[in-house]
């Protein structure tokens, strides 16, 4: 298992992945619309969470937080945010009813 990727995010970060502000996605937490994890004093949103929340796999998460990072989430992470027509195409040729 890798370990330098997050597994959690602060409440902030997974706010601005999730578009909305600190103080609001502190509000999701309290609330219970946004799962998270207690560590003592600190609270942390699970990665899986967020990537849910979104419709998006976790490596997606993580190259959202650093898009110069690995080359294989960025690329899932392009293929989904910007299909070509080739791919749209590719899913029913040389198939047969």
Do not use: H
């Amino acid at each position: 298992m890798r370990t330098d990727r997050p597994l959690t995010l602060s409440v902030t970060e997974a706010g601005n992945l999730l578009g909305a502000s600190g103080s609001t996605a502190y509000e999701l937490v309290r609330t219970g619309e946004l799962e998270s994890v207690q560590l003592r004093r600190r609270v942390v949103v699970p990665v899986a969470v967020v990537a849910d929340r979104l419709g998006i796999t976790v490596p997606d998460v993580w190259f959202a937080l650093d898009p110069q990072g690995d080359a294989t989430a960025r690329s899932t992470f392009m293929a989904d945010l910007c299909p070509t027509p080739s791919s749209k195409r590719s899913t029913n040729m040389g198939m047969r009813d």
